[in-house]
């Protein structure tokens, strides 16, 4: 079974960094593209960061040059490395295979960046 369980998030101030895990049930997610999304208040859920089996990076343009991605796969974990938050970066963050798969969804961890 299929399992995606984030964390990490928390309350910063602009400026700020925090480092997210995505602990995952190994199998089919060591071999897959892995990715963050992250879902802001009244706005859909957004592609943040993806990452490939090879190490192949990909970042939004909102993001990149602040956000590093990265995976280990004997941890069964991916991670975000979240630098220089600004408070449009507020969101529950997921991470998720990439393209996503509706039944791999966690339960997000939130991300406020507030002064």
């Known amino acids: 079974q299929v399992q995606l369980v984030e964390s990490g998030g928390g309350l910063v101030q602009p400026g700020g960094s925090l480092r997210l895990s995505c602990a995952h049930s190994?199998?089919?997610?060591?071999?897959?593209?892995m990715g963050w999304y992250r879902q802001a208040p009244g706005k859909q859920r957004e592609w943040v960061a993806s990452?490939?089996?090879?190490?192949?990076?990909n970042y939004a343009d909102a993001v990149k040059g602040r956000f590093t991605i990265s995976r280990d796969n004997t941890k069964k974990g991916v991670y975000l490395q979240m630098n220089s938050l600004r408070p449009e970066d507020t969101a529950v963050y997921y991470c998720?295979?990439?393209?996503?798969?509706?039944?791999?969804w966690g339960q997000g961890t939130q991300v406020t960046v507030s002064s």
């Open positions: 190994g199998g089919i997610l060591s071999i897959s593209v």
């Open positions: 998720n295979t990439c393209p996503t798969r509706g039944t791999y």
């Open positions: 990452i490939t089996p090879g190490r192949t990076i």
